[in-house]
């Protein structure tokens, strides 16, 4: 299994855009690249999903370089109601399941 | 149902009892994953069922610890001999098919205090 190196944590203000950083050096050709955001006493949710290039939705924009090795969370324009705990994860989508490895992840803290 | 269901949502007990928790994942999800997350840290991985079956069951701690999943759907998470390390906030996730590239959908999680 993959594994994913996040930074601990990180701040930010209301309105910026926050960019957040997975490294995942040992990816395989057939997983995909997965974040989940988790508030105080909730399961962690997801947010986005992608393997390569670029991915955005209403939530949030993921990108991926061509080696795969790392990829990049972006979060536009972000709100108190953002701070919280974002999770990289890295799995096979051939396999029948694969053991999700969480990680620490990244607390984001987005101040007033 | 419409999420994933776990039950109970808060769970005390004493050292050496025996405790259940209950998850009720999304009607036909085939994948359903069991976590344990401490104060802190992320979630760790203890089992996974594909159906009936328990595909991996290779993050269970130790045999104190196993779940069923009879029918497919609900499953239990049991542990025996309860210990104060067991304290932690227990996951339950679900996903239309074990797929790498399917999504999770987690429950709001049973909180277990060993006293």
């Known amino acids: 299994l993959a594994k994913t190196t996040q930074p601990i944590s990180m701040d930010s203000y209301e309105g910026q855009e926050v960019n957040i950083t997975c490294s995942h050096n040992n990816i395989a050709t057939n997983d995909y690249i997965t974040w989940y955001q988790q508030f105080p006493s909730q399961g962690p949710r997801f947010i986005i999903q992608?393997?390569?290039t670029k991915v955005t939705n209403e939530v949030a924009s993921l990108f991926i370089p061509a080696d795969r090795k790392s990829s990049t969370l972006s979060l536009p324009r972000v709100s108190l109601s953002d701070t919280a705990v974002y999770y990289c994860?890295?799995?096979?989508?051939?396999?029948?399941?694969?053991?999700?490895?969480f990680g620490a992840g990244t607390r984001l803290f987005v101040k007033a | 149902g419409a999420g994933v269901s776990q039950t109970p949502s808060n769970k005390v007990t004493e050292k050496g009892k025996y405790v259940e928790l209950r998850c009720d994942p999304i009607s036909g999800h085939t994948a359903l994953y069991w976590y344990r997350q401490s104060l802190g840290q992320g979630p760790e991985f203890l089992i996974y069922f594909q159906g009936t079956g328990a595909a991996d069951d290779s993050g269970l701690p130790n045999d104190r610890f196993f779940a069923v999943r009879p029918e497919g759907s609900v499953s239990t998470l049991k542990i025996q001999r309860t210990e104060r390390g067991d304290s932690a906030v227990y996951l339950c996730a679900s996903s239309p098919t074990g797929s790498g590239a399917n999504v999770l959908t987690f429950g709001a999680g049973s909180r277990l205090t060993v006293l």
């Open positions: 994860l890295v799995g096979d989508r051939n396999t029948g399941g694969f053991k999700t490895i």
């Open positions: 992608g393997y390569k």
